[in-house]
């Protein structure tokens, strides 16, 4: 833990899952850890120059989803249908003010509908083709669906179906990305995004875009993004129960986050898992890192020089 408390501090993540050393090669992790750097970059620029939180989340969830390496935007991963659903999510923890979209597939950059509906609208969540409608209005960019597939997640997604792996992805590949910042007047925010679970059916939405589970910012306690099995997460109100505990039991946000966890993955027994990862910044500027699975793509800085890109556990 260091010393002093940083005058701006920014954490991000791009999914939590299985990923082990002795199975994920040197050569496999530099795209990843490469996407990583450059999400961490774009929003420390913002914050280094006195920009907001929002902006800096902002700017960061933007370059993972377009980098298709990881599950939202670009790199979203298919439903059984063969069609891409994209959601997201944002808060600012200043005023507690959130925007979310879920089921969307034309809009280039989610989280940032995410922002105009909030922003913009009196709503906090818009769905399908009415958000994507909002969207246009906004003049935010849309792109053809076929934007968003890659041949690798297509390929996921014929293996799943040939191996009737069931409802979720065996691989444990919680595949979302997020950040969460604090900038230096003090103020927090959290950005989600996600493509879901490959093979997902019925409109399936986990998590990530739900306010409160995946994804929340309060100035009084903490920012949190999640990534992991999204049906216990939003059973365990994983993001929020982490800033409870902080703002009235008075909780360190490493031992929040870890309590939280442990919780969503007892309840995740008898619902096919409960695993994921957190990424959560105090009011303070602190930063930490929780997860239950074997690893979680992640990075971290701050003003005060910390700087640090992980993808497995300790």
């Known amino acids: 833990m260091q010393d002093q408390t940083p005058k701006w501090s920014l954490a991000i993540h791009g999914g939590a899952g299985s990923m082990r050393p002795d199975t994920m090669p040197e050569a496999d992790r530099a795209p990843y850890l490469a996407g990583l750097e450059a999400a961490l970059a774009a929003g ?24 298709p390496h990881f599950n939202a935007g670009r790199g979203a991963v298919f439903t ?3 069609t891409n659903e994209l959601d997201a ?3 600012d923890g200043a005023t507690r003010k959130a925007g979310a979209v879920a089921g969307i597939g034309h809009t280039k950059n989610p989280v940032k509908l995410a ?9 906090v969540m818009l769905s399908g083709a009415g958000a994507e409608e909002f969207g246009r209005e906004q003049g ?14 297509w390929r996921q997604l014929q293996e799943l179906k040939a191996r009737k792996l069931g409802w979720f992805d065996v691989d444990l590949k919680y595949g979302t990305v997020g950040a969460v910042a604090r900038d230096a007047a003090g103020h927090l925010a959290a950005a989600t995004s996600t493509g879901g679970l490959t093979g997902k059916r019925w409109g ?3 998590d990530s875009p739900l306010i409160g589970a995946g994804t929340y910012a309060d100035d ?6 999640a990534t992991g099995a999204g049906e216990a997460f939003i059973r365990a109100g994983v993001a929020q129960e982490i800033g409870a505990r902080i703002r009235l039991a008075g909780e360190d946000l490493q031992a929040a986050a870890d309590a939280v966890l442990a919780d969503a993955r007892a309840l995740g ?8 990862g957190v990424i959560v910044v105090g009011a303070d500027g602190r930063t930490a890192f929780a997860m239950t699975t074997p690893g979680m793509y992640r990075a971290r800085a701050d003003s005060d020089g910390l700087r640090e890109v992980a993808i497995f556990g300790a």
């Open 44 to 67: 420390t620029a913002v914050l280094a120059a006195g920009g907001s939180a929002l902006d800096a989340v902002s700017a960061a969830v933007m370059v993972l989803e377009d980098d």
């Open 80 to 82: 059984y249908h063969g």
């Open 204 to 206: 399936r939405i986990g």
């Open 220 to 225: 009084r306690s903490c920012a949190v993004s």
């Open 89 to 91: 999510a944002i808060m």
């Open 115 to 123: 922002r105009a509906v909030m922003e913009h609208s009196p709503h």
């Open 269 to 276: 027994a008898d619902s096919g898992g409960g695993d994921g």
């Open 140 to 153: 935010i960019e849309q792109v053809d669906p076929d934007w968003f597939a890659t041949p690798e997640r």
